[in-house]
């Protein structure tokens, strides 16, 4: 089945360091491919999509690629604040009958140091 | 912009009762969910619901529990009869007609504990 593997938090930067946070996916259709971010107590927000290879999402200075060849889609910032701290979560989005049933990736969380 | 509220934000309850979970979709939207994450884990989809009918369900969305539209607005989630590992944060999603579903908007959570 579809699967999302993000890579393992929490990571800690300092403000206005580059971040990349890791995302692969299997899946056995053509997925669309998200981001999602979870600030402390509010629930999942859209950050950015991607629906087809090589498209690239962005959004607040959030950007990510979506790459077939390496089913990947990576989340990138140029420099970080301390507002971005919060859990963010790849997830990808297939046809599953008549709906679109989306599978989310266990959550990475960002802490963002002064 | 308009946005998916739950009610209540938090709610705690005692085993084996009933709870009643509530959401008001965006209102033009067609496609509506319900989500869980117990703390620490993956958010896990629960349900799906187009067209007055559940159009998917998980293997976790058992006899336990119900969705139900009762008027034009919102769309709840019922849990019989709770159990200790019930306890998580739901959360419900709402979509246009853009591909099926495809690009969901969440609400804030409500934050269930059972004791």
């Known amino acids: 089945g579809d699967s999302v593997t993000q890579m393992e938090g929490p990571v800690t930067l300092s403000e206005e360091a580059f971040l990349t946070i890791n995302c692969t996916y299997t899946?056995?259709?053509?997925?669309?491919l998200f981001w999602y971010v979870q600030y402390p107590g509010e629930g999942l927000q859209l950050l950015l999509k991607?629906?087809?290879?090589?498209d690239k999402g962005s959004n607040k200075g959030f950007e990510a690629t979506y790459r077939k060849e390496t089913t990947s889609f990576h989340l990138e910032k140029g420099s970080v604040q301390v507002s971005d701290s919060a859990v963010y979560f790849c997830?990808?989005?297939?046809?599953?009958?008549?709906?679109?049933?989306?599978?989310f990736g266990r959550g990475t969380s960002l802490i963002v140091h002064p | 912009e308009p946005e998916v509220t739950q009610t209540p934000s938090h709610q705690v309850t005692q085993m084996g009762q009933e709870v009643i979970l509530r959401c008001v979709p965006i209102?033009?939207?067609?496609?509506f969910y319900w989500y869980r994450q117990i703390l620490g884990q993956k958010v896990e989809f629960l349900v799906s619901?187009?067209?007055?009918?559940?159009?998917?369900k998980s293997e976790i969305f058992d006899d336990q529990f119900s969705v139900e539209r009762p008027d034009g607005s919102n769309f709840t989630l019922k849990i019989r009869s709770t159990k200790l590992e019930d306890s998580a944060m739901y959360f419900c999603?709402?979509?246009?007609?853009?591909?099926?579903?495809?690009?969901?908007?969440f609400g804030p959570g409500t934050r269930l504990l059972v004791l």
């Open positions: 999603a709402s979509s246009p007609r853009d591909r099926g579903g495809e690009t969901q908007y």
């Open positions: 991607a629906t087809k290879a090589d």
């Open positions: 619901f187009y067209n007055n009918e559940i159009s998917e």
């Open positions: 899946a056995t259709g053509y997925p669309s």
């Open positions: 209102s033009n939207h067609l496609y």
């Open positions: 997830a990808l989005s297939d046809r599953n009958g008549g709906s679109y049933i989306p599978t």
